[in-house]
């Protein structure tokens, strides 16, 4: 095993870019399609950041190569709290070297004074992993990554909840037809606005993203009767594809149901992004909400693939 000869685990210096995106490369080529990522996506999606810090990065190197590396950042939703948004490493290494750098970072995370740890981006708005491939939105740890999950079982990790990543294809798409919707059809309009994240950070984690809002409006009251919002590639950072696209639910995914204006705005929205360019939509959404997820496979939304939650407390 390799773990023996990893010579040093520290924090993350310039130089180790390139390598950190061919690592991040080569794990996710273990379990799925080879990531279109390059040494530009990696810098710009994680290193350019404002909140970016070197030492929530580290990496494991033997021969002085990188040859694994996890990233940490504060949860945004609970001050007690650490995400491990990373934790990659290559096949022929072995999950071993990964025992000692997950350590590290534990030890890092609970000197910093945080209380527990969850691992992987799920809906993604502050980490700046959103849209990154094969993160997407995020659903967690994916089940297909079997060698971390067998990392974080084995060092003390659960599971907390599993989360299911739907996708849709916008060609060709045909919206679901129903009296309600053609009554829609003819009493609404669509508006589009863009919008710029108010709180700084999230701002900052979301530069590489376009995030419009799309409200459907009644035409004689102007009363807004749904409303959600989608994050497109920005064309000049292209950290995400820009054929590929994000909806993101918000309060409805809180609310565990589709109001009958709101699945026609989503198959509206679906069926004019074909004309922009933009090919594919996802989304990510807790299991448990089974209704929700009703109401999006009838909008022709398939499930694609599985992930989970994982934490440990550190009291």
């Known amino acids: 095993m390799l773990s023996a000869e990893v010579t040093e685990i520290r924090s993350f210096r310039n130089r180790d870019l390139p390598e950190l995106a061919d690592v991040w490369i080569r794990h996710w080529s273990e379990s799925g399609p080879s990531p279109p990522v390059s040494t530009a996506t990696i810098e710009q999606a994680i290193l350019s950041r404002t909140s970016f810090q070197r030492d929530s990065l580290l990496v494991a190197l033997h021969d002085d190569s990188v040859v694994a590396w996890c990233h940490f950042q504060p949860d945004a ?24 750098l997950l350590g590290d970072a534990e030890t890092r995370i609970a000197d910093a004074g945080f209380r527990r740890i969850v691992v992987g981006p799920v809906r993604d708005r502050t980490l700046g992993y959103a849209g990154l491939s094969p993160i997407g939105h995020g659903i967690g740890v994916p089940a297909a990554d079997a060698r971390t999950s067998s990392l974080l079982s084995r060092c003390g990790y659960g599971t907390s909840g599993t989360v299911s990543r739907l996708v849709v294809g916008t060609s060709p798409y ?11 059809r003819r009493t609404t ?43 497109l590639s920005d064309p000049e950072a292209q950290v995400m594809s820009c054929a590929d696209s994000i909806l993101d639910l918000g309060d409805i995914h809180d609310r565990g149901e589709l109001t009958v204006a709101e699945s026609f705005l989503i198959a ?36 694609a693939e599985h992930g989970q939650r994982w934490s440990k407390s550190l009291a």
């Open 189 to 231: 309009r669509i508006e589009q606005a863009v919008l710029v994240p108010a709180e700084f950070d999230q701002a900052s984690a979301m530069s590489h993203l376009d995030i419009e809002r799309q409200t459907l409006v009644d035409h004689r009251s102007a009363a807004p009767l749904a409303s959600i919002d989608l994050w």
């Open 268 to 303: 509206s929205t679906i069926q004019s992004l074909a004309n922009r360019r933009v090919f594919s939509v996802e989304t990510a959404v807790d299991q448990t909400l089974s209704n929700l997820i009703a109401k999006l496979e009838s909008l022709n939304f398939k499930v």
């Open 174 to 184: 045909r919206p679901p037809v129903s009296r309600e919707a053609l009554q829609l």
């Open 77 to 100: 939703s609970d001050a007690e709290t650490a995400v491990i948004c990373a934790i990659c490493f290559t096949a022929e290494n072995g999950l071993s070297v990964c025992d000692q």
